[in-house]
C-alpha cells in the first residue's frame, strides 16, 4: 500500500512563508517518479500548484504561484519540498502530495488523473 505523508501546514500571516514536506512510507523509493503538489480551497476544485521530474531537472508551477513558491526534492531522504514564500489569504487551502510512478527523467505533470496516489493533505491557511 502506498501512502505519503505531507507536514508542514500551519496558519501564517500574509506575507510569511512555509515549508511543506511529502515523504511516501510503504514504499522503498520513489526517487524515480514524478511529484507534484496540488490544492483545494473550500468550494472550488483540486489544482495543480507546482510539479517535478524524477530528475529534478524540470519543474512546472500554476501561474498564480510563479515567483513565490518553489518545488524540490531530495531522492537520497526521499521527500519532495514546497517552498511557499509571500504567501497571500487566496493561498489557503489544503495542500495534497502526488506521485505518479511511471514517466520520463524530465517529465512533468500537471493533470489530477496523470497521478496514481495521494496524500492526505495539510491545511494551509494565510491571514490577511
Known amino acids: 500500500q502506498v501512502q505519503l505523508v505531507e507536514s508542514g501546514g500551519g496558519l501564517v500571516q500574509a506575507g510569511g512563508s512555509l515549508r511543506l514536506s511529502c515523504a511516501p512510507s510503504?514504499?522503498?523509493?520513489?526517487?524515480?517518479?514524478?511529484m507534484g503538489w496540488f490544492r483545494q480551497a473550500p468550494g472550488k476544485e483540486r489544482e495543480i500548484v507546482a510539479a517535478i521530474s524524477w530528475s529534478g531537472s524540470s519543474t512546472y508551477y500554476a501561474d498564480s504561484v510563479k515567483g513565490r513558491f518553489t518545488i524540490s526534492r531530495d531522492n537520497v531522504k526521499n521527500t519532495v519540498y514546497l517552498q511557499m514564500n509571500s504567501l497571500k489569504p487566496e493561498d489557503t487551502a489544503v495542500y495534497y502530495c502526488a506521485v505518479r510512478l511511471a514517466g520520463t527523467p524530465s517529465g512533468t505533470y500537471y493533470q489530477r488523473n496523470d497521478y496514481d496516489y495521494w496524500g492526505q493533505g495539510t491545511q494551509v491557511t494565510v491571514s490577511s
Open positions: 510503504g514504499r522503498p523509493s520513489f526517487s524515480r517518479s514524478a
